[in-house]
């Protein structure tokens, strides 16, 4: 008896040593694109385990070849020390590899719950038990601290919400792997406080969790450790808590990023190219009006839910207004659609790229020129695609867009590259004043300065730019002036250089607070 214990402890070891996911050589190609080159990833159980890499290094990939959504080409995939083929996302879910993407995959035409437990409908008499359904749901939703009903319909969910859903979803598998990419991207700081509380109960309980992310603070804050790819190889893995964030975006990008300190030009003596005057749509938008110069950047600040993005949409004619007035290089425009709108001179970059800014089975091509379509329409219809292809590659060039060649379709591409192509379509367009609506969600932070050298070189150019952003350090990196908005009402307007304090005062003014220092 004696002899067989030091046996039993050393199995016990040896059984914890064992990495609930190991992943190595993997390599995947698409056509003419090689996307991982000998990666490999390592998950224990109970950690958080950061995976980062500018967009197009592979992370994404990586994840969807352990969930099943793609086949390697090469390497092996082990689970609890086993060699494992996995070759869908229901097996992949059946052997407790669940994956919340980006992307939101709900139906918007269903419920909550039934998004949740969609093919896995629990059933009584061999009908569908739909209060057995909510109940499970709801259990869901309870253990998550969400406030939400089982039976609200999807269409009628905020962004924030329906991710959230997707969360819940991935909980229902009670997968021993779960895999986030970037999960927080549509949620405020209190969901993501939520988010965080659920994550470390997942950790608690022996599940590992693999996670997707570009912002740095959030990384520190929930992971145990960090590996990094680049161009589809694997450069490290190293402890989050350790190890300086400037260390981590160098193993990113290959190289140090400067932090340059803004500049901001005076813009008083150039003409006003959009003024908005007295703008009202319902609760969302109230009494709403600013003006921007050319060559200024105007940085639209606030909380979620504060009427950002709706001031934008109107601007833009996606959604009508009840009254106000826009004017355009001094002359008033009526402008009840986009069309309209970019007819006056107008881009507006959605946040929504996948809906409102990429048609994704186009290429790359097509995807730049879809608003210009009249520049290379010649008699009859004639579509002149070689002048296409020279403007597209010349986009591809000055945006540094990562594509193997202009007629790669557009969902082809990291999340990054997709912005950019919308980019390059707008400035293809020629448009005087353009709206950034959260521009950099989902992009690594070498595109990210990317990006705002070149809002920065439009700025210059004489362009009015307006940047909606929900990231307060972006909104002081990039404005001249910052225009704040609580509640569908704009509280205050701030010179570039502001502190961040400035803005949260203003961004949390709520109109209770407003007349109280009114009648003061």
């Known amino acids: 008896m004696p002899t067989n214990q030091p046996t039993a402890v050393s199995s016990s070891a040896d059984a914890a040593s064992i990495p609930l996911v190991d ?24 950690e958080v385990h950061a995976l980062m890499g500018e967009n197009g290094a592979g992370k994404s ?50 419920t909550a719950a039934q998004n949740i437990f969609i093919g896995r409908e629990p059933r009584r008499f061999g009908l569908l038990d739909e209060g057995a359904l909510n109940r499970d749901a709801q259990a869901i939703f309870d ?43 549509a949620l405020n700081d209190a969901e993501i406080a939520e988010l965080f509380t659920i994550i470390n109960r997942l950790k608690a309980e022996g599940v590992g969790v693999v996670y997707i992310s570009h912002k740095m603070d959030e990384i520190k804050r929930i992971s145990d450790r960090v590996t990094v790819m680049r161009d589809g190889e694997y450069v490290g893995t190293v402890p989050a808590a350790d190890t300086p964030i400037e260390t981590i975006i160098s193993m990113m990008v290959g190289r140090t990023l400067s932090n340059e300190v803004l500049d901001i030009p005076n813009t008083a003596a150039n003409p006003v190219a959009l003024e908005v005057r007295g703008l009202n749509r319902g609760r969302d938008i109230r009494d709403v009006s600013f003006a921007v110069r050319k060559g200024e950047i105007l940085g639209l600040a606030g909380l979620m839910g504060a009427g950002r993005t709706e001031v934008a949409r109107a601007i833009f004619g996606a959604d009508p207004r009840d009254s106000g007035e826009i004017w355009v290089n001094g002359q008033r425009v009526g402008i009840s659609s986009p069309k309209d709108a970019v007819r006056a001179g107008i881009g507006y970059l959605s946040e929504d790229r996948k809906h409102f800014g990429l ?5 790359v091509r097509n995807n730049i020129a879809l608003a210009s379509l009249g520049r290379f329409t010649g008699p009859g219809g004639v579509i002149n695609d070689g002048a296409m292809h020279a403007v597209a590659e010349k986009y591809i060039r000055q945006l540094s867009i990562k594509t193997p060649s202009d007629t790669q379709e557009a969902r082809l591409l990291s999340g990054g590259n997709q912005q950019k192509v919308v980019i390059a379509k707008w400035l293809l367009r020629d448009c005087d004043i353009l709206i950034f609506d959260e521009p950099t969600r989902g992009i690594d932070v070498g595109a990210k300065a990317e990006i705002y050298k070149l809002l920065n070189a439009l700025a210059e150019q ?59």
């Open 23 to 46: 992943m190595a050589g993997i390599d995947k190609s698409f056509p003419g694109v090689r996307a991982l080159s000998q990666a490999r990833f390592e998950l224990k159980a109970g």
């Open 61 to 110: 990939t990586l994840m969807k070849i352990l969930s099943g959504v793609y086949s390697r080409d090469a390497g092996e995939v082990r689970l609890n020390g086993q060699k494992v083929e996995i070759t869908s996302p229901r097996q992949a879910q059946d052997m407790g590899i669940g994956i919340i993407h980006q992307e939101l995959a709900l139906m918007r035409d269903l």
């Open 143 to 185: 253990s998550m601290n969400l406030r939400l009903s089982p039976t609200v319909l999807v269409e009628s969910l905020t962004i924030a919400k329906q991710q959230m859903v997707e969360i819940a979803k991935a909980l229902s598998y009670k997968s021993r792997v779960l895999i986030m990419d970037e999960p927080t991207a």
């Open 359 to 363: 048609a994704t089975g186009l290429d």
């Open 462 to 520: 004489g362009r009015a730019i307006i940047v909606i952003s929900s990231e307060l350090p972006e909104i002081l990196r990039l404005s001249h002036c910052i225009a704040v908005m609580c509640e569908g009402r704009l509280t205050g307007t701030l010179p570039g250089g502001s502190s961040q304090e400035e803005i949260m005062r203003l961004a949390t003014m709520r109109e209770a607070a407003m007349e109280v220092r009114h009648a003061g």
